[in-house]
């Protein structure tokens, strides 16, 4: 069974930064695909960006140039450093993990406002 925990979500005035970590148990993490997604109130969730056992990575169109997700497989995480954020970037934001099957964290709350 995987679990995912993420952290540093929070408040942060637009142009500010963020990072995000997603904390994975078990011993698959190394051969899975690992991404971030969000979702805002009264919106379906969203693929931010996500990042291959290869190191191949995907961004949506609307952070692409200011977030990039990376991994460090000998800690078992992955990140999201989002840059030059925006209200717009206001949303839940969710790890997840596939290989085979597909596991989900519990959840960040970023907030951008001034």
């Known amino acids: 069974q995987v679990q995912l925990v993420e952290s540093g979500g929070g408040l942060v005035q637009p142009g500010g930064s963020l990072r995000l970590s997603c904390a994975s148990s078990g011993s698959i993490f190394s051969?899975?695909?690992m991404g971030w997604y969000r979702q805002a109130p009264g919106k379906e969730r969203e693929l931010v960006a996500d990042i291959s056992n290869d190191y191949r990575t995907n961004y949506g169109d609307s952070v692409k140039g200011r977030f990039t997700i990376s991994r460090d497989?000998?800690?078992n995480t992955v990140?999201?450093?989002m840059n030059n954020l925006k209200p717009e970037d206001t949303a839940v934001y969710y790890c997840n993990q596939r290989q085979l099957l597909s596991y989900w964290g519990q959840g960040t709350q970023v907030t951008v406002s001034s």
Do not use: M
């Open 31 to 33: 051969i899975s695909v």
């Open 79 to 81: 990140y999201l450093q």
């Open 73 to 75: 497989n000998a800690k």
